[in-house]
């Protein structure tokens, strides 16, 4: 098998985890959203950087946590799956080690949740810009 085709079949393999990793995040999104109530606004704020301190969206950040493996039922942060999902979406060891020091648990779960994907967003951020 020439490279050429070894690196397509490579290509392929990926694009249908990722795609597979979205489908799954969809739903627990939609789960989540009917759970808790949030104000979808709320979401779409907090993809644009601005995360407004609400119970709701506080709630909806843990039962997502909770639905990928990151957070167990009681809400603490599950470090190794954290990492594993982390390297589903970024490769790179270093960067993953770099978000990994957002596995920070402070007051309630919920809290963890809201300042650890604050944390993550500007982590991320930084990688963009």
Same mark, same amino acid.
């Given at each position: 098998?020439?490279?050429?085709?070894?690196?397509?079949?490579?290509? !392929?393999?990926?694009?249908?985890?990722? *795609?597979?990793?979205?489908?799954?995040?969809?739903?627990?999104?939609?789960?989540?959203?009917?759970?808790?109530?949030?104000?979808?606004?709320?979401?779409?704020?907090?993809?644009?950087?601005?995360? !407004?301190?609400? /119970?709701?969206?506080?709630?909806?950040?843990? *039962?997502?946590?909770?639905?990928?493996?990151?957070?167990?039922?009681?809400? %603490?942060?599950? @470090?190794?799956?954290? @990492?594993? @999902?982390?390297?589903?979406?970024? /490769?790179?060891?270093?960067?993953? %080690?770099?978000?990994?020091? *957002?596995?920070?648990? !402070?007051?309630?779960?919920? %809290?963890?949740?809201?300042?650890?994907?604050? *944390?993550?967003?500007?982590?991320?951020?930084?990688?963009?810009?």
């Amino acid at each position: 098998m020439n490279t050429a085709v070894v690196l397509f079949l490579c290509i !392929i393999s990926l694009s249908a985890v990722q *795609c597979s990793i979205q489908q799954e995040q969809e739903a627990y999104h939609y789960e989540c959203v009917a759970q808790t109530g949030v104000d979808q606004l709320i979401i779409m704020k907090a993809m644009g950087g601005n995360f !407004i301190d609400d /119970p709701k969206f506080k709630s909806y950040l843990l *039962c997502f946590g909770k639905k990928m493996g990151v957070h167990n039922n009681a809400g %603490d942060i599950q @470090r190794d799956v954290m @990492r594993t @999902r982390l390297m589903e979406m970024f /490769p790179e060891e270093a960067i993953v %080690d770099k978000m990994m020091e *957002c596995a920070v648990e !402070i007051g309630t779960p919920e %809290d963890t949740a809201f300042e650890g994907c604050k *944390c993550l967003y500007a982590i991320k951020q930084q990688l963009v810009n």
